[in-house]
């Protein structure tokens, strides 16, 4: 079997760039998620803080 042949029927990267792949993804979804929650969270932690503030 030559070099090229062998290099072809090589399948044992392809589980990596699958898994970086579904990784890439899931990154994207939870950026979209914080993305989508910002105004919610920012509020969340003002009411936190002004009620640490008071006396």
Do not use: H, W
């Amino acid at each position: 079997m030559s070099l090229f042949q062998r290099f072809f029927s090589d399948r044992s990267g392809a589980t990596a760039i699958e898994y970086g792949l579904i990784g890439g993804i899931i990154a994207v979804a939870i950026i979209a998620g914080f993305g989508a929650m910002t105004q919610q969270l920012t509020n969340v932690f003002n009411a936190a803080k002004d009620a640490l503030a008071k006396p």
